[in-house]
Nanobody, 114 residues
Framework: VQLQASGGGLVQAGGSLRLTCKVS????????IDWYRQPPGKQREWVAG???????NYEVAVKDRFTVSRDNVWRMAYLQMDRLKPEDTAVYYC?????????WGQGTQVTVSS
């Protein structure tokens, strides 16, 4: 099982980025995908998730600014991030848990300048 997160970068406050998580090695449509982030000097935290059914959930701080989605044909998950704030600066990771064991992507850096 492999997850590859991409799409990070440097953006000004108020801007947008779309992160992509490419998944291989599992029957993608059967599994939930979660997005996490780790701000500098802080612990990793959950940001958003999309279940195999397509239902979504968001951490309060990103609700109404971030949108998580998935494409079961191309086996990708997305995190659309709008109205970015400096406090969104972090390394962002995607995760799934086939067979009850967490599998993480390598992370992609998002830096939001003020």
């Amino acid at each position: 099982v492999q997850l590859q997160a991409s799409g990070g970068g440097l953006v000004q406050a108020g801007g947008s980025l779309r992160l992509t998580c490419k998944v291989s090695g599992i029957n993608f449509r059967l599994y939930d995908i979660d997005w996490y982030r780790q701000p500098p000097g802080k612990q990793r935290e959950w940001v958003a998730g999309i279940k195999s059914s397509g239902s979504t959930n968001y951490e309060v701080a990103v609700k109404d600014r971030f949108t998580v989605s998935r494409d079961n044909v191309w086996r990708m998950a997305y995190l659309q991030m709008d109205r970015l704030k400096p406090e969104d600066t972090a390394v962002y990771y995607c995760k799934t848990d086939p067979s009850g064991a967490d599998v993480w992507g390598q992370g992609t850096q998002v830096t939001v300048s003020s």
